[in-house]
C-alpha cells in the first residue's frame, strides 16, 4: 500500500479509469458493525493464544465456525491450506478468513488486529526482559502454557484431519506422509506436501 501511495505505477498515472473499475468491483463494500466484530474478536485471539501458529486454529475453528458462522467448514479448511501453502507463519489465516468475511478492509482489520497486541507487549516488555525472565512466577507460567499448547497443537492436528481425511484416497494419502515422516528422516516436508498434491490432483482427475 505504501508503494502505490509513494510510488504509483505508470498505468495507475495515465488511466484514472482503472481506479473507478477497482473500486466499483465491490472490493470496499463492507459493514461496519462486521469490521467491530472482526476487531475485537481477532484483538483477542492476538492476545490470549499462546504458541505456534497451528495454536490458534481450534480457538479460529471455534468462534469463526461454530459461534459467529462467518464461514462454513469447508471455507476454513480452505483458509488454513491458503496459510500453510503460502511463506510465513500459519497465523497469517486469519487475513485470508478477514477477506473472506468482510473483503480487503476485513483482511487489513483482522491481521492487524491479530498481530498488535503480541507486538505492543514485545515493545513494552523488552527492556524488562532480563529481569522478568528470572521471576519463578514467569517461569511456572511459561512451564504451564507450553504445556497448553502441545494441548492446542493436538486440537489443531485433531480439526484439520477429520475436514481433511474424508474418503479413503485421502487416508491413505495422509496414513503414507506420517510413516514416511517417520522412518525417512532425511526427506524433506515440501518433497512430502508436492508429491501428495501431485497424487491428489492425479486421483480427482482420474475419478
Same mark, same amino acid.
Given at each position: 500500500?505504501?508503494m502505490?501511495?509513494?510510488?504509483?505505477?505508470?498505468?495507475?498515472?495515465? @488511466?484514472?479509469?482503472?481506479?473507478?473499475?477497482?473500486? %466499483? *468491483?465491490?472490493?470496499w463494500?463492507?459493514e461496519?458493525?462486521? *469490521?467491530?466484530? $472482526?476487531? !475485537?474478536?481477532?484483538?483477542?485471539?492476538?492476545?490470549?493464544?499462546? %504458541?505456534?501458529?497451528?495454536?490458534?486454529?481450534?480457538?479460529?475453528?471455534?468462534?469463526?465456525v @461454530?459461534?459467529?458462522?462467518?464461514?462454513?467448514?469447508?471455507q476454513?479448511?480452505?483458509?488454513?491450506?491458503?496459510?500453510?501453502?503460502?511463506?510465513?507463519?500459519?497465523? $497469517?489465516?486469519?487475513?485470508?478468513?478477514?477477506? !473472506?468475511?468482510? %473483503?480487503?478492509? %476485513?483482511?487489513?482489520?483482522a491481521?492487524?488486529?491479530?498481530?498488535?497486541?503480541?507486538?505492543?507487549i514485545?515493545?513494552?516488555t523488552?527492556?524488562?526482559?532480563?529481569k /522478568?525472565?528470572? @521471576?519463578?512466577?514467569?517461569?511456572?507460567?511459561?512451564?504451564?502454557?507450553?504445556?497448553?499448547?502441545?494441548?492446542?497443537?493436538?486440537?489443531?492436528?485433531?480439526i484439520?484431519?477429520?475436514?481433511?481425511?474424508v474418503? $479413503?484416497?485421502?487416508?491413505?494419502?495422509?496414513?503414507?506422509?506420517?510413516?514416511?515422516?517417520?522412518?525417512?528422516?532425511? /526427506?524433506?516436508?515440501?518433497?512430502?506436501?508436492f508429491?501428495s498434491?501431485?497424487?491428489?490432483l492425479?486421483?480427482?482427475?482420474?475419478?
Open positions: 500500500m505504501c502505490v501511495i509513494k510510488a504509483p505505477p505508470k498505468w495507475m498515472n495515465k @488511466n484514472s479509469l482503472s481506479l473507478i473499475t477497482f473500486s %466499483g *468491483l465491490g472490493f463494500q463492507f461496519t458493525s462486521t *469490521l467491530v466484530k $472482526i476487531a !475485537l474478536f481477532f484483538t483477542k485471539a492476538g492476545a490470549f493464544v499462546f %504458541g505456534s501458529g497451528l495454536a490458534i486454529i481450534p480457538f479460529l475453528h471455534g468462534s469463526v @461454530n459461534d459467529f458462522h462467518w464461514l462454513d467448514e469447508k476454513f479448511l480452505d483458509a488454513v491450506a491458503v496459510a500453510m501453502i503460502t511463506p510465513g507463519p500459519v497465523v $497469517i489465516t486469519v487475513g485470508f478468513i478477514g477477506y !473472506l468475511v468482510a %473483503g480487503f478492509p %476485513g483482511a487489513c482489520i491481521a492487524l488486529a491479530t498481530f498488535l497486541p503480541c507486538y505492543l514485545t515493545l513494552v523488552a527492556p524488562y526482559f532480563k /522478568i525472565a528470572k @521471576n519463578l512466577s514467569i517461569k511456572a507460567f511459561v512451564d504451564g502454557i507450553t504445556a497448553a499448547v502441545i494441548g492446542a497443537l493436538v486440537g489443531a492436528v485433531v484439520i484431519s477429520i475436514r481433511s481425511i474418503d $479413503i484416497p485421502t487416508a491413505i494419502i495422509a496414513f503414507a506422509s506420517v510413516m514416511t515422516l517417520i522412518f525417512l528422516k532425511k /526427506i524433506k516436508e515440501p518433497y512430502i506436501i508429491l498434491a501431485l497424487i491428489g492425479t486421483l480427482k482427475l482420474l475419478f
